[in-house]
């Protein structure tokens, strides 16, 4: 068997978006930890925080657009794509119940467990790209989601339960032990669940955001490649964001937060690096996300998401000093091996969309195709001129 790369990264751009994608995900879970208090609270107002960070998005991709074009083309696009614009409220109103549960579950996870259980959105992934975009997955693929949904299951595996052995160095017999010496908090994260589901409010809260993630990525995929593939990608990413706003801020009306989380006290404790750090990671992982999206698929994003465990459970040990354990080790054994059958067998999903082969392509063509949408527009006004004319003859 023998990688296919070439399938796997059409480009060199495509490889890029890859890594950048992964590195800054790692950053998320690192960086919301490194945020909160020492008993994992958070000292501000986190759906402020995903507001703000959504309106960062919009004025970054409007700046980007606005590079090459003028605002008011941009004004026009979104009023001549405006069904796109309503077709993207469902993928905000995903993202934003995704982003905003990201700092609910970190708060009780610690980094690790927090992304190897959001792998088990691997397999619901695979069944709803199925069905939107009608392309079946082979054996092999389906093995390696399969694979990989159950080296998520063995981190939640209790290895003394096989055996009796009192050096049993499983997770769960860990965690026992610290709680019977009350010693469990002797670092950051440590005192927050690193066995995976536990039958609580936690486990629903994960599962939600595993089902907002799946519905999410799938769907957006398929604005991006299908329903509004003809549309500038600036000016889909501006569509998310403007939805996204709206979504958070009614969720802020909801918890009667709306004027206050404006205050200056909020802002003030928003107003720090860690915090910010958050803000500009998270707003170019939803810009990097639209990349990837519309020039891989959401079936190579969710082993992106898989890789960052590896990078992860180092980055905490050496910053927060939690611990690698038995458990967590056998998982990524088993992700990888997952993730190295699935570059075997790709799944290929380009749509109406020809990845680029670098940056400076990607914006060619996508200046031939605003120039074309002047000269399509240019010509139907000529023609209503005409007609106008032949009206006024007769």
């Known amino acids: 068997m023998t990688t296919n790369w070439r399938e796997l990264f059409p480009t060199k751009l495509t490889f890029i978006i890859f890594l950048l994608y992964m590195s800054l995900f790692i950053g998320q879970g690192i960086f919301v930890t490194a945020s909160q208090e020492s008993n994992n609270s958070y000292s501000y107002n986190t759906v402020t925080v995903v507001l703000l960070t959504e309106v960062f998005k919009l ?33 905000a109103f995903l993202y934003c119940l995704y982003n905003n549960l990201a700092f609910v ?10 992304y190897l259980l959001l792998q088990l959105r691997v397999v619901v992934t695979g069944i709803l790209f199925q069905i939107i975009f009608k392309k079946y997955l082979s054996q092999r693929q389906w093995m390696s989601l399969i694979l990989l949904t159950l080296g998520c299951m063995l981190k ?18 860990a965690i026992q032990a610290d709680r019977t ?6 670092g950051k994260g440590l005192d927050k669940n690193m066995t995976g589901f ?105 082993f992106a998401s898989a890789l960052e465990l590896l990078f992860t459970a180092v980055l905490c040990y050496f910053l927060f000093a939690i ?57 139907l006004l000529d023609e209503q001129g005409d007609t106008d004319l032949e009206m006024d003859m007769v």
């Open 59 to 91: 004025i970054v991709s409007s700046c980007l657009y606005c590079r090459e074009n003028s605002l008011a083309s941009l004004v026009r696009d979104v009023r001549k794509d405006r069904s796109v614009l309503v077709a993207y409220m469902v993928p």
């Open 156 to 173: 939640q595996v209790d290895l003394g339960s096989f055996y009796n052995d009192t050096n049993d160095d499983s997770e769960a017999a």
């Open 198 to 302: 536990d039958f609580s409010i936690s486990a629903v809260f994960i599962l939600a955001q595993t089902i907002c993630s799946c519905l999410a990525g799938v769907y957006n995929e398929y604005l991006l490649k299908d329903k509004g593939a003809d549309v500038n990608i600036f000016v889909q990413n501006v569509f998310m964001y403007l939805d996204s706003i709206v979504c958070n801020a009614a969720i802020l009306l909801i918890r009667g937060e709306l004027l206050d989380a404006f205050s200056a006290h909020n802002m003030q404790s928003i107003m720090r690096f860690s915090v910010i750090i958050i803000i500009v990671n998270n707003a170019a992982i939803g810009i990097v996300t639209s990349f990837f999206l519309k020039y891989m698929n959401s079936i190579l994003k969710t």
């Open 181 to 186: 010496n009350g010693t469990l908090s002797l």
């Open 105 to 114: 579950n970190l708060a009780t996870f610690d980094p690790t467990t927090y």
């Open 323 to 379: 611990p690698i354990y038995l458990n967590t080790a056998l998982a990524i054994a088993v992700v990888s091996y997952a993730i190295y059958l699935y570059t075997q067998s790709p799944v290929i999903n380009l749509g109406k969309v020809r990845p680029p082969a670098s940056l400076s392509e990607a914006t060619s063509n996508q200046k031939a195709k605003d120039r074309e949408d002047r000269e399509h527009r240019r010509q």
